[in-house]
């Protein structure tokens, strides 16, 4: 398996343009997690889906973030507009779900974005 | 509220010596907890797991952590750092996101930097 995919891998736009991130889980996992890493903030959980389903999303900073999972083998992480304080790395990982407990969680390589 | 501290935000080791980074965790119950290493550019890769069976738990790369209740510690060992091992590293506590949901996220530490040098 070619572990999680997460594309692109560097992103610089301009304040205000619309980043779509994008990734792509394990095959056979049902966990999907963003996760956003800041110097100032350290690894934050942004949202997590199960089955497609977002079951939590209270990490997502506000309305210009949005996630979507349409199914098991793709989510994106949408912003919009963008912002310099929106600049760090994103990851995507999944794990498998299983009686009740999730497995061990697999990480992408990130997608750094840069906002100017 | 599960939570992790890690103490030390930098640890420098020669190498050939041993490597101790340390994890504090807050939790109401018994927790799941972990230890993740991340090289420059690189994701986040699990080194160890704790989920309540046996207290010492051994990892990848020769590392190795060991869960104390009555210190709510769970620190991580190496017996011989090497060079490759400099990276950054997480201690992460497993918390229930509430409800009856039964679903669980990840909660990171602040993370430690491990430097070796010759």
Redesign the interface.
Known sequence: DAGVIQSPRHEVTEMGQEVTLRCKPISGHNSLFWYRQTMMRGLELLIYFNNNVPIDDSGMPEDRFSAKMPNASFSTLKIQPSEPRDSAVYFCASSLRDRGSDTEAFFGQGTRLTVV | AQSVTQLDSHVSVSEGTPVLLRCNYSSSYSPSL?W?VQHPN?????LL?YTSAATLVKGINGFEAEFKKSETSFHLTKPSAHMSDAAEY?CVV?RN?GGH???????????TRLLVSP
């Open positions: 972990f993740y690189k994701g986040l890769q699990l797991k997480f497993s996101l949901t039964g679903f669980q996220k990840l909660v990171f530490g602040t993370g």
